[in-house]
Every structure is written in C-alpha cells, then in structure tokens.
C-alpha cells in the first residue's frame, strides 16, 4: 500500500482480531518509532461495514470508554458484516488528558492528511485512503472535551444530498440521546466528519458534555447509544430501541447554522455563564459576563446573543482569551425542517 502506516492484523480476515494501526516517528526519546494505535476488528459473514473510533482529542473520555466497552460486550455472532473499532485515535493526548498532540496537531483539523506529512498527517491520510472508503456508516465519538460543556447530544452536520442527508438524520436519531445538535465548522477545515461525508459516508457523531468531568449519565449516553446506532445501521443484530419503546418522549433537534450562533468573546478576561443549558434566549439577551480581575473599576463586558433559541452549550473554563467560542445558541428544530 502506499502509506507509511503498518497494519498488524488484516481488517479482511474473518473472525475477531485485536491489532495496531503503526505510524512511523522519531522523537528525542526515541529516533527509530511508531505511534502504536490499537484497533480491532470483527468480521462474520456478510452485510455493511462500520468504522467507530473515539479519542480523536485526548480530553474527551466517553467515546473511548464506550468503545472498549463496545469491543468486550459484543460477541464475533452479534455481527453482520465487518466491525472496525479505533478506541483511541489520539493516544499520546489521552494520556496527557491534552486536546492537542504533543507536537501541537489538531487530529480532527488534519484530514484528508498527507502521507509524507506529520505523524498526524500521516494517520489522517490511512483513515481518508483505506478505512473510511471500506465503510458504510462512520462513527467520530467527541464529549465536548476541557474547554467547553454541552446538553449531551448526537450531532452531525447539514450536508447538500438528500439520501445521505436523511441517511445521517436517521442514524443521529437512533442514538436515542434527549438531544440532537446539526452544526457547522467555525474553527477551520480538515475535520474527520467533513472527509467522511465528502466521501458520501453516512457519519454520525456525538458531544457528550464535556467540561472535563465524566458522568455516569454521559457514558451511558454513549454506550446505550453506539449499540442502538450500530443495530440501526446493521452491522449488530438485535432490536433498534426507539424512544418510544424506551418510554421516553421525543427528542429536542437543534441547529446551529449560523455564525452569528457561535458567540465569541470580545476581549480576554474571565467568562461569567448567565443561563443555564437549555435555557431560552432571546436576540438582544444578555447571555455572558466577561470579568477583568486586574481591573475591579472596570464594568464587566457583556456577550450579547446575535440570535433568538436555546443555550446549547457555553465555556467551561474560567480563563478566556478574546475570540474563544463562549456561548452556543441552536434553534429549535422539526424533524421534517431537520431532514431539508
């Protein structure tokens, strides 16, 4: 193959096979070494294939949890087609409990990658060229990570075709969360979610909270979710669960597809939330305090919401520097507005 990337299992083989995805490095600790990724796969018989991976940033926990679990609960019979698991695509962040790599890499703005870049690159470029083309369905599990806390959702973003459009709307719903999220980019290109879809995958992904804590409800947001999605998708026999039949009521779809949704701070200082997740705001409302402690003369600056819907999320940290995203407002949705 031409990538760098060494495979020690063969993601074609029948059975249950346990592995590394292998990216050459060289570092002062080490000049001849690799960036092991452990992977897994499942193969039985025919049907679809599915990609699910967590741990592109190293400071979102629920989506790795949720894979292992994934990976020890499911027996090689429950499968119908082939089950590729990646537990943790950013394993030296993980264990710096980092968003970023080591070297500074964003993993999820490094797509479609290079493979005669960066380590980083590298990995990006194996997934773009030889996982995500093989797969039916696209699993990118996120928790909102350190810097930010959300209503605990499935998400994904609006695309333009209508069948993979309703593909991913249908697959977001299966995760049977209280929330859905449909976003857009504001922090740059190169996002795994973006390679995905622009290959006509249908991709599914999550924010579960975040804030850098990990809460039982989130994790099983994350496991109960991932199976319901993958039996949804069929690769794993068994009953899709829907909310009706779980006893719950439907669902709240936000969208945020505005810029003016994404509210960035004016100046650096101290961020101050004024509602509470899930909370209406109105256009014109006050929504967040930035506080100056080196300047107790100085009347806070206030964040001011540009658009009218609820609070889906806001900063989790104390500290903010001018332009970080410090409010999110998402407008309330129908499932048929969602699907067009």
Known sequence: MDTPVITTI???????????????????????????????????????????????????????????????????????GRLIVIPCLSPD??????????SGANFNRSFPGSATGDTNEQLADYLSRYLIPIADTVVDMHAGGRSGVCLPWSEMHP??????????VEAMLAWNSDWHFIYIDIAGSGLLAGEAERQGKTHVSTELRG??????????????????????????????????????PPPTILRAI?????????ESGYFEPLVALGE???????????????RPDRTPEPIIA??????????????????DCVVVVGQPVTLEEALS
Not at 280 to 294: A, D, K, M, W
């Open 211 to 248: 804030g850098g804590t990990i809460l039982r409800d989130s994790l099983d947001i994350a496991r109960d979710g991932l199976m319901n999605v993958l039996r949804q998708q069929g690769v794993l026999r068994g009953e899709v669960a829907t909310r009706a039949s779980l006893g719950k």
């Open 93 to 102: 962040a993980a264990r710096g409990n980092s968003r970023l790599w080591p």
């Open 159 to 168: 695309v333009d075709d209508p069948d993979q459009r309703k593909r991913m």
């Open 258 to 266: 505005d810029r003016a949704d994404y509210l960035q701070a004016p």
């Open 10 to 80: 063969d993601i074609d083989s029948p059975g249950r096979h346990f592995g590394l995805l292998r990216v050459p490095r060289s570092t002062n600790e080490g000049g001849w070494s690799s960036l092991d990724v452990p992977v897994a796969s499942f193969i039985n018989g025919t049907g679809p294939t599915a990609l699910v991976m967590g741990g592109n940033h190293g400071d979102e926990p629920e989506g790795m949890i949720a894979c292992y679990d994934l990976i020890h609960r499911i027996h090689l019979g429950d499968v119908r």
């Open 280 to 294: 209406r705001v109105n256009e014109g409302q006050r929504v967040g305090l930035i506080h100056f402690l080196e």
């Open 306 to 323: 540009q658009t009218s819907g609820l609070a889906c999320s806001h900063r989790a940290i104390f500290r903010t520097e001018q332009g």
